[in-house]
């Protein structure tokens, strides 16, 4: 445009130009494209020269923007270490998108762009991954930067009541014979997220029928771990089965905690994403979630931090 600009001004001093010796016409185009070259960088590696550079935000670069798809159960432990990265970075604004890692995968599959996955089952993140194998991955997706994959925190499955619980439960044992008469009203997740599947395996433990069970209304169900734990927290139900961290965020109170026999490990893994438009910056974040700071804020609410940095 600079250009243009300039060969219009010359027109305007010498009529159409045809009057101007062809040398003097020529040193004046060149002129032209020199000024405008001067202002865009090196005509032949594209580099600025650096006389006129400023910082990259003051030339207007845009803030750098980390979408992070993320399990329920970590909204308020990844969005207090969220803001807490946004001031050590000051260019980088931590976006996140909650819900159950089922969904998530889910949208990630169907080309949701994100540039970091943290899931609250390995479940959910095979599926996506390529690394896992044809039994894992059966539809080969391949969507998971598997260098940047590692297990980050493991929980616990609870029982869990209302602080003002009127309701007689004392153990797992308890609920599961309780559930066979009757006499109590369960929230679980559903089965397609994280908590509904550990849910399902300490049905198995104890031989429960989860089809009998919720055609005899003994169960509620819910799309997320944070649906569930609401109906507890409103009363709605006389217990619910979420996490610990879950239980804890919401000051509801603890009844029993799950073995491993009973519901598996609960780990969550995180990774980077393939399409990621700020890779660098996805594995910075990734590597932050393992830093002292980090670490405190997932400790306060029982979460134990597998690898964390000393």
Known sequence: MELYRSRSSYGSKAGTGKNLPGKALLALLFSGVMSVLSGCGDAETGEHSGKNAAPDQASGE???RLTVFAAASLTETLT???????KLHPGVRVVFSFDSSGTLRTQIAEGALC?????????QMDALDIRAGAAKNPKG?????????FNLLENK???AVSQDSKKVLKSFDDLAA?????????AIGNSDVPVGQYTLRIFDYYHLDVQ???ARKALTLGSNVKEVTAQVFEGTVDAGIVYATDAASAGLKTVDTATPEMAGQVIYPA?????????????????????PESVSIFERVGFTVIGKKQ
Not at 272 to 284: D, M, N, P, V
Request: charge should be negative.
């Open 62 to 64: 845009k803030e750098i």
């Open 80 to 86: 207090e270490i969220g803001k807490s990265y946004e």
């Open 115 to 123: 540039d970091i996955f943290v899931s609250a089952s390995p479940k």
């Open 141 to 149: 997706l391949d969507y998971i930067d598997g260098d940047t994959r």
């Open 157 to 159: 499955v609870v029982l």
């Open 178 to 186: 309780q559930l066979r008469e009757g006499r109590v009203f369960l």
């Open 212 to 214: 009998d069970l919720y």
């Open 271 to 291: 990774a980077a994403l393939k399409k990621s438009q700020h890779s660098g910056e996805a594995r910075i974040f990734l590597d932050y979630l393992k830093t």
